[in-house]
Nanobody, 125 residues
Framework: VQLQASGGGLVQSGGSLRLSCVVS????????VGWFRQAPGKEREGVSC????????YYADSVQGRFTISRDNTKNTVYLDMNSLKPEDTAVYYC???????????????????WGQGTLVTVSS
């Protein structure tokens, strides 16, 4: 199983970016997929995840209303549309898979097994 995150870059405050996570090695609709981020000097935190069952999205409070997660199972890809970006959104963003067949949708890292390599998002003020 491999996850390839892309789409990061430099953007001004208030701008937008779309991150992509391409999953290979299994069919995307088998797993929930999440996005996490790690800012310099800080611990990694959960950002958003999307259910494998019905595409329901779950968001951290810090990004609720600004970020939107979606998936295209035909392309084995999960997207994270990030709008109204703030300097505090600057981080390396990682995607990961949650293989649990049941249980609550959420961002506990122990639920996620395979991780991508990360893509850097820098928001300038």
């Amino acid at each position: 199983v491999q996850l390839q995150a892309s789409g990061g870059g430099l953007v001004q405050s208030g701008g937008s970016l779309r991150l992509s996570c391409v999953v290979s090695g299994f069919a995307l609709d088998f797993d929930t997929v999440g996005w996490f981020r790690q800012a310099p000097g800080k611990e990694r935190e959960g950002v958003s995840c999307i259910s494998r069952k019905d595409g329901t999205g779950y968001y951290a409070d810090s990004v609720q209303g600004r970020f939107t997660i979606s998936r295209d199972n035909t392309k084995n890809t999960v997207y994270l549309d990030m709008n109204s970006l703030k300097p505090e959104d600057t981080a390396v963003y990682y995607c990961a898979t949650d293989p649990r067949p049941w249980g609550p949708l959420g961002l506990s890292e122990e639920w996620f097994d395979y991780w991508g390599q990360g893509t850097l998002v820098t928001v300038s003020s």
